[in-house]
């Protein structure tokens, strides 16, 4: 609901947004509505909208008309999107913590890549999780937990949910399966995210709690800025999103998963749990949404800055060597993409509302 100007936290912005999208798009999309201060009575309209949920930041967002939630703010939106019967994501990190760390950071003339990693510590984001439980314990609210970079926070919602206290998922992302702090130093802003990649271990352990089928569903968490944004900035003061909804399957496929784990997690979780429907399965009543893979040894290639298909083309994944080489790509039973081309075939994409699957 973010990274656009207006951001989507009203009818009116959602409605520009639908119908640029309906204009624009290659494939089908649905949308979040936003959850902030400034639009708790806007959420039933949203919903008539048809947004797939609210998503709500516990920090600040890095957008000035998109602010973060304060408690009381986040346990209000949650009591309301529970009675529509709709989830909250939160992005949950912890802004007390982070912004004390940041200021120290500052105050001490430090601005490189170690200064940011340790203002968002691990404790930042576990803390968060845990008080983002909570509310939903307390409203009843379905919580969807965006962007989880260590599997200690995987673990506080599986256990919260084994233990019958909430509805609640979790999602990661690829680069927090695929990179770690000390690549990212060595990359450089392009590699900069909230919370941040993390180190080694958690990025083994994180990668393990996947294989193991304790995460719901990896999302790209695409963020992209222009490049005045990331470039020439220091790493305390770069623009803190990476840019990676090309790269997802690819780097997915790179890490050795197998497929039927990849399709779980990036197609028929999610809409199942974001009730998209017709999405997801390659059954008799669905839509045909199909990618076919090259998957020999040969399709290991180094990603290049010309391939990348979105405007900046700024990625911390160029020059690394991935696997698995998209061949086609159908949308609705069409082909839509052969070979590194778009086809002359565009049925266009469509709005698909939440609802019922």
Not at 12 to 32: M, Q, T, V
Not at 50 to 77: H, Q, W, Y
């Amino acid at each position: 609901p973010l990274n656009s100007h207006p951001p989507t936290l009203t009818r009116a912005a959602f409605r520009a947004k639908r119908e640029r999208l309906e204009e624009r798009s290659i494939i089908d999309f649905a949308l979040w509505g936003g959850l902030t201060p400034s639009n708790l009575d806007c959420l039933e309209e949203l919903a008539e909208c048809g947004v797939i949920g609210f998503k709500a930041f516990m920090s600040p967002s890095g957008i000035d008309d998109f602010e973060n939630c304060d408690d009381l703010t986040l346990l209000r939106g949650m009591e309301r999107a529970a009675g529509l019967g709709l989830p909250v994501a939160v992005h949950a990190e912890s802004a007390a913590i982070t912004e004390a760390l940041a200021l120290e950071a500052r105050r001490q003339g430090r601005s490189d890549a170690a200064a940011f990693f340790e203002s968002r510590p691990v404790v930042a984001e576990l803390e968060a999780i845990d008080r983002a439980l909570l509310f939903a314990e307390e409203t009843g609210c379905r919580l969807h937990v965006v962007h989880v970079s260590t599997a200690r926070g995987i673990e506080r919602i599986r256990h919260a949910v084994e233990s019958g206290r909430v509805d609640a998922t979790c999602e990661t992302c690829p680069h927090y399966l695929l990179l770690n702090q000390e690549r990212a130093a060595e990359i450089g802003t392009s590699a900069k995210c909230a919370p941040p990649l993390r180190g080694e271990a958690e990025r083994r352990e994180l990668l393990r709690a996947l294989e193991r089928g304790e995460i719901d569903t990896v999302g790209s968490d695409h963020s992209p800025s222009p490049p005045e944004m990331k470039r020439g900035k220091s790493f305390m003061d770069a623009w803190g999103g990476i840019a990676g909804g090309q790269v997802t399957l690819r780097a997915l496929l790179s890490l050795g998963l197998p497929p039927a784990v990849i399709a779980r997690v990036t197609a028929s979780a999610p809409a199942g749990r974001f009730r998209l429907r017709g999405k997801g399965r390659i059954l008799p009543g669905y839509d045909g949404d199909i990618t076919l893979v090259a998957m020999d040894d040969a399709t290991e290639t180094i990603l290049t800055r010309e391939e990348l298909q979105d405007r900046h083309r700024i990625s911390p994944y160029i020059g690394m060597a991935l696997r698995g080489r998209v061949r086609h790509v159908f949308l609705r039973g069409t082909e839509i993409y052969r070979d590194g081309a778009w086809t002359g075939e565009r049925p266009g994409g469509r709005f698909v509302p939440s609802g019922p699957v």
